[in-house]
């Protein structure tokens, strides 16, 4: 019977419903949008830290260099500096040493691939792969890019290995997907780079790297081939640390680490992604405070509503008062009524939210968001919440009508 | 078990502190009794009629119907009091109008938390209406929906029917059909107190009240006052 009289007031009141709704919808879509952006944006940027084997990046601090003209300074240059490999195995001597999972160097080189008749300006990058190094006490740490990154680095054919000895005429190396596209290149192939039409290196492509990232526009080789090929011995540009940061602030393991080699910065990948992060809090707060006043008007909204649908009932409330309706059976009746407008204005705020949240998404972030399944929970509460609320003040009202008074037509 | 069902002792109503609608009302209402209640507009008939319905409070004296005192019950205990003792009929017959003539008559079983749809079938039935428990109020004809009213008013089979000028907005054959199907209530052993304007209904009743100026003037037979 309830569900007899919730059914037909509803259908009986379709415009009043269809109002409330939209109060509802308009209410919910913009936090629906928010919640939407914001938890695919932290989850693509906590995908990004997971498949990041590496948390640190150790770069060198670069000089910069005003030029100008008299007095007058135009531009500035930055003076290229590098970091020595003999200092990478200071980073196992500070205090917080066991938390240091693994490194690896890199040292990058614009050079020349040739291959089938093509050339191509590629980035060489000298890296350790596996390398078995000999800490200060004399102890052996196995480290390269493949203890940090193995598991984001999808390998097809072979990682290639540092133990090996190296025929520097001729040597392994691994290439990214792109580049295997660019030249037309597979496993097994052999090709050669160039570094300023000087030295000349023969590959033999022993893996295909696919990462997602920069990497797949890179080859790779062991350090010292790009050393070699470079003619930088011991010169490497940056160092990828892996460091295990539960009961310690990754901040202390960076901070100890530039005290060790004074002449490093070394970053957390917190510190650079702070940019998108900041956009993603302005909008989170601009939103939060675009949410609440959207939120108050619908609740204003649908109060009014809800007040305006019960003085068109009042003698049918009386009525129902008259024949033995309980004030409960009143309300039960109307907060059903408030819940089922906030579920459905929930819903379909969630389904606007979500093309909002593609929009705001596309046009800030340059990407498509995936439907977060989570907010719809959310977004029904809150939406419940809502119009649970506005209906306060319209209920009360309704159980103060006096039967007696409406049905004498007053 | 005694005889007296309702008895009004002393019972005034004022309003706003100075229109006096009934003033001082003694006033005993038999069991199976049918009291017709009559008199001039604004005398105070409908006034007493909601206090004995249990829809409005005295401003002073007291209201018994069997052993309960009225006065003594808050508004939840009145409105499960009206809901087990008292069946409404209103001249304007206020029906849910989204409701169906079936779905109107089990709204007050709802609130007493019976679900037996029989029971409103064949109370539809007993007022001549098996044949349109689905229209809704707007599908019937005044005559209609006055017997679904009626129907309503029986379905929690109250101790007293109150009914308040229940063929004032009908026509003489429909206004007859109510009036005949009050009497087979009250043959039935139902206690009825009816306000009418009509002389000719009031003499249906076993004895006229006449209340004029908030008092009662005159009782066919019993006068208390």
């Given at each position: 019977m309830f569900y007899q009289i919730l059914k037909k007031s509803l259908f009986k009141r379709k415009g009043r419903l269809i109002i409330a709704v939209i109060a509802i919808v308009m209410g919910v879509t913009i936090p629906a949008a928010m919640f939407t952006v914001s938890l695919d944006v932290n989850n693509k940027i906590g995908a990004e830290f997971r498949k990041f084997g590496a948390n640190l990046l150790i770069v060198p601090k670069s000089d910069i260099i005003p030029v100008g003209i008299g007095d007058i300074s135009l531009t500035s240059v930055t003076n290229q500096q590098y970091i020595n490999?003999?200092?990478?195995?200071?980073?196992?001597?500070?205090?917080?040493?066991?938390?240091?999972?693994g490194y690896a160097p890199f040292l990058y080189q614009v050079i020349t691939a040739k291959s089938n008749g093509q050339e191509q300006q590629v980035v060489l990058t000298g890296t350790w792969f596996e390398k078995n190094t000999t800490l200060e006490d004399g102890t052996n740490f196995l480290t390269g890019v493949r203890r940090i990154n193995s598991w984001w680095w999808s390998v097809e054919g072979n990682w290639i290995g540092d133990l090996e000895f190296f025929n520097f005429s001729s040597t392994t190396c691994m290439i990214g997907i792109n580049v295997a596209k660019k030249m037309n290149l597979s496993l097994g192939d052999i090709f050669s780079v160039t570094y300023q039409d000087e030295e000349t290196l023969s590959l033999e492509i022993s893996g295909i790297i696919t990462t997602?990232?920069?990497?797949?526009?890179h080859i790779f080789v062991p350090l010292e081939v790009a050393q070699y090929l470079t003619e930088?011995?011991?010169?490497?540009?940056t160092i990828q640390v892996s460091a295990l940061c539960s009961g310690c602030p990754i901040e202390d393991i960076a901070s100890e680490i530039e005290s060790e080699i004074n002449y490093i910065e070394a970053k957390t990948i917190l510190q650079m992604t702070n940019t998108e992060m900041s956009i993603l809090h302005t909008i989170e707060m601009m939103m939060t405070i675009v949410t609440l006043i959207a939120l108050l008007a619908t609740l204003l909204g649908v109060s009014t509503t809800l007040t305006t649908s019960i003085l068109e009932r009042k003698t049918e409330i009386g009525l129902m008062m008259s024949i033995g309706a309980e004030n409960r059976k009143i309300a039960s009746l109307f907060l059903t009524e408030s819940l089922l407008i906030g579920v459905m204005g929930g819903f379909i705020g969630f389904i606007i939210g979500i093309l909002g949240a593609q929009f705001v998404s596309i046009t800030v972030f340059n990407s498509f968001v995936s439907p977060q399944l989570i907010v719809l929970p959310i977004i029904l509460v809150i939406a419940s919440i809502v119009s649970l609320f506005a209906s306060i003040i319209p209920i009360n009202r309704a159980l103060k009508i006096e039967p007696v008074l409406v049905l004498r037509g007053d | 078990m005694s005889k007296e069902l309702i008895v009004l002792d002393n019972l005034s109503k004022i309003y706003d502190g100075c229109?006096?609608?009934?003033?001082?009302i003694n006033l005993s209402i038999s069991r199976g009794d049918w009291t017709s209640i009559t008199g001039p507009s604004g005398s105070g008939k409908t006034t007493l009629l909601n206090m004995v319905s249990c829809l409005d409070k005295p401003t002073s004296g007291s209201i018994m119907i069997g052993e309960t005192?009225?006065?003594?019950?808050n508004q939840t205990e009145l409105t499960r009091f009206r809901r087990e003792n008292i069946g409404l009929i209103f001249q304007q017959h206020y029906?849910?109008?989204?409701?169906s003539a079936l779905e109107n008559v089990m709204l007050p079983m709802y609130y007493n938390n019976n679900k037996d749809e029989s029971i409103a079938i064949k109370t539809l039935k007993r007022v001549g209406l098996g044949h349109r428990l689905h229209s809704i109020p707007a599908k019937l004809s005044g005559g209609e929906q006055q017997r679904v009213c009626i129907a309503r008013s029986l379905i929690n089979n109250p101790r007293i029917l109150i009914a308040d000028e229940?063929?004032?907005?009908?026509?003489q054959k429909n206004g007859r059909v109510v009036l005949n199907l009050i009497k087979e209530i009250h043959e039935a052993g139902n206690t009825i107190l009816l306000v009418t304007h009509n002389s000719k209904i009031a003499r249906e009743g076993d004895r006229i009240v006449q209340i004029i100026d908030g008092k009662v003037?005159?009782?066919?037979m019993t006068v208390i006052n």
């Open positions: 490999e003999t200092d990478i195995y200071k980073i196992k001597t500070i205090n917080w040493s066991k938390n240091i999972l997602g990232g920069t990497e797949d526009n930088q011995t011991n010169a490497i540009h | 229109t006096t609608a009934l003033n001082e005192k009225i006065n003594d019950l029906l849910i109008p989204y409701l229940p063929t004032g907005n009908l026509d003037s005159m009782s066919n």
